[in-house]
């Protein structure tokens, strides 16, 4: 039962000792640590073995009650990170399990019979849609909410000098989406604009993994950038068995260069579509940086207006000779900015994040 005067959290985080981590794996971890709403015990597996010789800790931990354990994205992303062992000295504990899912696109089937495992009791999700989140209560039995990936964080990200001297006109960083994902956004968005600003405008757009940022580089690279190129993360395809993933996977594997017309014939009719589309980090921390974005208008479950909080890029680039010219438009550049700084301030902080994750922690009991 939650303890609904004193909230002890045992958070489990699965990283490697870096610094220069991206938010989105150390922000919530970071953020638990400061919490004064929570007394937390944050433990890293990667470093910390339950039942090594070399550490007698756990056994501190097993003499304590926690109110609920908290798993977050870094156990299990693109791989499970915590042991056997550790799966069984959880349960030892007898505590409601919290699990942060990540990468909720791949690898699905493992993550649910993770969750099944472990009797996890909450499921938060990166996804505000109440399809994806009926998916997992109908899946798993539990309680199911969504949280985003990570919030807003002044201390990691800082607002940037007047708009109009920063050095880039538009500046993007991103990879390309896996091909199940049902669109090709993150490409299209950057050959878009690339075409349209040449000759016109100083650009920083790049696809390619090598050319992504560590959190300092990062932060400075949106500082220095008048406007962002931005897409929601996340797929229009959301299953639970990874079908299109699998399929779209062997074509390629057999096909490497299937056309986009060969991959789309592979996937699901469009009627039974799930889309789990999300605020991504780069979205909140350009935000913080009072960087405007650039991005197409997609539903997020979110309270993102177009052209009040974001430009609004239309999907079919009918409108983009007028997002253009309003990138040298400073005062509506730092209108929108601020507009989003505000809002996401207000909405995505982890303070907001936390007081929403002790609701759902009393609803438990």
């Known amino acids: ?68 354990v908290i798993l977050l994205h870094s156990i299990f992303s693109s791989a499970l990170k915590l042991p056997p062992r550790w799966r069984d000295a959880l349960r030892s504990l007898r505590s409601p399990i919290v699990y942060f899912i990540a990468n909720e696109y791949y690898r699905m089937p493992e993550k649910m019979k993770f969750a099944q495992e472990l009797n996890v009791s909450l499921l938060v999700s990166q996804c505000f849609s109440e399809r994806v989140l009926d998916l997992y209560r109908n899946r798993l039995g539990c309680m199911a909410i969504g949280l985003p990936n990570t919030g807003f964080d002044k201390k990691c990200f800082s607002p940037g000098g007047a708009i109009s001297e920063r050095p880039i006109d538009i500046g993007y960083r991103m990879v390309p989406g896996h091909p199940s994902f049902g669109h090709w956004e993150r490409e299209d968005i950057a050959v878009a604009v690339e075409k349209a600003a040449e000759g016109r405008y100083i650009t920083d757009i790049s696809l390619k993994i090598e050319d992504r940022f560590g959190l300092a580089g990062w932060g400075r690279f949106l500082q220095n950038s008048k406007t962002q190129l931005a897409v929601a993360s996340g797929g229009n395809i959301f299953e639970l068995d990874d ?99 505000k809002k996401l301030k207000d909405h995505m902080s982890y303070d907001r994040i936390f007081t929403k994750l002790d609701t759902a922690l009393k609803a438990l009991s």
């Open 243 to 341: 079908k299109t993933l699998m399929r779209t996977s062997d074509l390629i594997k057999s096909h490497p260069r299937a056309t986009r017309e060969e991959i789309a014939a592979v996937y699901p009719p469009k009627s039974e579509w799930i889309p789990l589309r999300t605020l991504s980090s780069r979205i909140i921390e350009a935000a913080a940086t009072k960087t405007p974005q650039i991005m197409y208008h997609e539903k997020l479950g979110t309270s993102f207006e177009p052209d009040i909080d974001f430009i609004a890029l239309h999907k079919d680039h009918s409108n983009l000779s007028d997002v253009m010219d309003r990138v040298t438009d400073y005062p509506f550049l730092e209108l929108v900015a601020n507009n989003c700084f």
């Open 1 to 68: 039962m939650i303890n609904r005067q004193c909230k002890h959290l045992l958070v489990l985080e699965a990283t490697s000792v870096k610094k220069d981590a991206p938010s989105y794996i150390s922000g919530y971890s970071n953020a638990f640590k400061r919490s004064t709403l929570f007394d937390v015990t944050v433990v890293n597996v990667e470093t910390h073995n339950p039942l090594s010789e070399r550490f007698n800790r756990w056994s501190a931990l097993a003499g304590r009650k926690f109110d609920a």
